[in-house]
């Protein structure tokens, strides 16, 4: 199908983005890599009257990784991410994570921030950013904000941010001392969206026992869930901690949907097996970082 | 530009090739393809991105030209599968390698998929090290984008591994 008729407009800074989403109203929307925006128009799911495109507004192309973390600028494309040894370095999980997102072709053109201000539930980068307690700087005609996860996913493709605004970038946390993550999904196919997906971050302490383990699910929730596993494992050495004891935790906290992909009680038994398989996985990089 | 606008001229490199065409901005690059240029060899099957057939190379990079608006590759350039052929340096053109593959392995069946089977492969074939041997691992990233309901993909896989042979063979050369 074609998508319905709509303006277009490319503007070529953050200012003229936001004076033409001002003037144009409620029914214009930002395009940026457009891979998941495209589809909803060509199905008819979603009809903007207007599209703002920001591919040329110069700047926004720009990881920026230091020791607090790194920053993605809102065109970076998931395959510079992927790419990025700098940003991989300070948080292993985007690049992790960022290798499950779709196919080359998706991942050449999607973009990080896009996929976060589109709040899907199945989507990759919105549960990393959670589970690395991150944020995005939102522009509005009365200036820039910094929003915290928790407080920007509201629901499956919802978010606090209404009315003329353009997310600029999404800030990822540092990954702390000690600590390792890792992440995995099932998918009926290679790419396709994950029928539950888990990333997860172990941290321990100076006698390599565990102090903390954190999960986030994605196709479990309506928005990105973070679960704290830690009371399952705490204190014990890292070599032979009980990661499915904390597995069973997290079948227990998550309370998924069934649907045409997947019943409810299958998906908690992935969020159990994905748990358990990725904590070991995290908790023996942990290992390797604390020796 | 800040005004918004219904329809937009545009200029592109296609294949090599200076165009100028004014489309409707809800136009797909897959519709400018086809309908403005005449490149009938980039198939669209589902039109929201999941099949692949209509992957087509922009700046180089495979893309699907179902998921890009006409307008958004003004100033860029864009290769089909009409141009994955290459000079044979006398005055002709020859296949791609892995165009030359798909033949020798027998790699398609109906030969819908088959355009954007072969772009997405000649951009990740001609991406790598060519004296290195391809593993499965990078054939199944190959070719994962990509649906086909006829082979069942042994073939295609066959024909990846052909091609990276050529291509390695070449760069000994």
Not at chain 1, 150 to 169: I, K, N, R, Y
Not at chain 2, 43 to 54: F, K, T
Request: charge should be negative; glycine fraction near 10%.
């Amino acid at each position: 199908m074609k998508p319905a008729p709509f303006g277009y407009v490319d503007p070529t800074s953050v200012d003229e983005v936001l004076d033409v989403l001002t003037s144009e109203g409620e029914g214009a929307k930002v395009l940026a890599g457009g891979q998941s925006l495209l589809p909803l128009l060509s199905m008819r799911l979603a009809a903007p009257t207007t599209l703002v495109d920001i591919n040329r507004v110069p700047g926004l192309d720009q990881i920026s990784a230091g020791r607090d973390g790194v920053r993605v600028g809102a065109l970076v494309r998931h395959a510079q991410l992927l790419a990025s040894s700098e940003a991989a370095d300070v948080q292993p999980l985007l690049g992790r994570a960022t290798a499950n997102v779709a196919h080359p072709a998706i991942r050449n053109r999607g973009t990080t921030v896009g996929s976060i201000a589109h709040a899907d539930p199945s989507g990759e980068m919105t549960a990393v950013l959670a589970l690395t307690d991150g944020s995005v700087t939102v522009a509005t005609p009365d200036g820039r904000e910094t929003i915290g996860w928790g407080d920007f996913f509201l629901g499956p493709l919802e978010t606090s941010v209404h009315g003329p605004a353009v997310v600029l970038d999404a800030f990822f946390p540092a990954l702390p001392e000690r600590s390792g993550t890792a992440f995995a999904e099932i998918a009926r196919r290679k790419g396709d969206y994950a029928v539950c997906g888990a990333g997860v971050v172990v941290t321990l302490d100076a006698d390599r026992r565990v102090s903390s383990a954190r999960a986030a699910y994605l196709s479990v929730g309506l928005v990105p869930e973070v679960h704290d596993l830690t009371d399952a494992v705490v204190g014990q050495p890292v070599d032979t901690a009980d990661w499915t004891a904390a597995g069973e935790l997290a079948r227990g906290l998550v309370d998924p949907d069934g649907d045409l992909h997947a019943s409810a009680d299958y998906r908690r038994l992935l969020v159990a097996t994905l748990t358990a398989r990725t904590l070991a996985d995290a908790g023996a990089e942990a290992a390797r970082r604390t020796a | 530009m800040t005004e918004v606008r219904t329809e937009r001229s545009i200029s592109v490199v296609v294949n090599g090739v200076p165009r100028e065409a004014t489309v409707p901005v809800r136009w797909l690059l897959s519709d400018a393809l086809r309908h403005e240029f005449g490149l009938t060899g980039t198939h669209v099957g589902c039109e929201h991105g999941v099949c692949g057939s209509c992957t087509v190379l922009v700046d180089g990079q495979p893309t699907r030209s179902c998921l890009v608006l006409a307008v958004q590759v003004d100033g860029r350039e864009v290769t089909t599968v009409e141009g994955l052929s290459r000079s044979d340096h006398q005055g002709g053109q020859v296949l791609h390698p892995i165009q030359e593959a798909f033949r020798e392995c027998h790699a398609l069946q109906c030969g819908f998929c088959t355009p954007g089977f072969l772009t997405t492969i000649a951009a990740g074939l001609d991406a790598r090290d060519p004296s290195v041997e391809i593993t499965e691992e990078e054939v199944d990233e190959l070719v994962g984008g990509n649906l086909c309901r006829c082979t069942g993909y042994a073939n295609i896989k066959k024909a990846c591994r052909h091609a990276a042979a050529t291509m390695r063979d070449e760069a000994a050369r």
